[in-house]
């Protein structure tokens, strides 16, 4: 596709299951963002991807939080045990690379997730 | 990167310029300013950017002070479409990572 695409658009799960959101980024592009956005709030950044490598997982907020990339494309945010403060928008953004063009985000529509 | 500050909202006549301040007095010189903006239930997008120089594009103009402590962004027809959160954000060059700060930004109402 021409864009960010983003799977599942809408989740809901029960607390303590786990669940995975998928990103597929704009191909070719290198660098890959994961933010979360809880109700009313900014933007919080998860962590950063560099081709498969994660150099920046500053933002998780904890060891329940897990994110992975293959192939240098599609990447997998894993929440495990599930709580009801996970309850969020997740959003996921590509750039060409970590300096492209005019530090150019490109984001997809985001997995709203709601724990129960 | 440096912190930035804006107005929590706004509102503005369609059809007229919105003028959305942003204040970055702590910026340095390789530090480039950054503007994005999120419709209601979409991912942000991208606006414009520029480190001294005023930016125009299809978008808006971006106005930076010649001390660049502050900037604005113009949007010179402003549509209801428009209606969006508008973030002002700091970035170094040489940021190892590419990731954006984003803070609250400002919510732009345009009215008819």
Redesign the interface.
């Known amino acids: 596709g021409a864009g960010v695409s983003q799977s599942p658009s809408n989740k809901v799960t029960e607390k303590g299951k786990d669940v995975e959101l998928r990103c597929d980024p704009i191909s070719g592009h290198t660098a890959l963002y994961w933010y979360r956005q809880s109700l009313g709030q900014g933007l919080e950044f998860l962590i950063y991807f560099q081709g498969n490598s994660a150099p920046d997982k500053s933002g998780l907020p904890s060891d329940r939080f897990s994110a992975e990339r293959t192939g240098g494309s599609v990447s997998t945010l894993t929440i495990q045990r599930t709580q009801q403060e996970d309850s969020a928008v997740y959003l996921c953004a590509s750039s060409l690379t970590r300096e492209s063009r005019g530090g150019e985000l490109f984001f997809g529509e985001g997995s709203r997730l709601t724990v129960l | 990167d440096a912190k930035t500050t804006q107005p929590t909202s706004m509102d503005c006549a369609e059809g007229r310029a919105a003028n959305l301040p942003c204040n970055h007095s702590t910026i340095s010189g390789n530090e480039?300013v950054?503007w994005?903006r999120q419709i209601h239930s979409?991912?942000?997008?991208?606006i414009?950017?520029g480190l001294k120089n005023n930016e125009t594009n299809e978008m808006a103009s971006l106005i930076i002070t010649e001390d660049r402590k502050s900037s604005t962004l113009i949007l010179p027809h402003a549509t209801l479409r428009d209606t969006a959160v508008y973030?002002c954000i700091v970035?170094g060059?040489s940021?190892?990572?590419?990731?954006?700060?984003?803070?609250?930004?400002t919510t732009l109402q345009v009215k008819p």
Do not use: A, D
């Open positions: 480039y950054y994005y979409q991912g942000p997008q991208y414009i950017h973030y970035r060059i940021s190892n990572t590419g990731k954006l700060i984003f803070g609250q930004g």
